[in-house]
């Protein structure tokens, strides 16, 4: 049974090698309807989404700044 799920796993990941990693238009994509499932996210362009809330108007977000915060890590946690 060990041998079984293991070669299932390496199979898994394997597989998952030769794709591309997901977009920072997906990621954000993800996360933003995950939170509020009720909000609907488009991408009108790579770097732009759409996002429609109920009762508001739609927001255009800008994916770079959000993606290189991210990115920075945890750097500037602890400046005073």
Known sequence: MKTGGLLLASLALLAACGQSPPSWDVLLSGK????YPNYTVTVPAPGQLTVERPGMPPKNVEVAPISQHCLRGAKNLFTI
């Open 32 to 35: 933003i309807t995950g939170q």
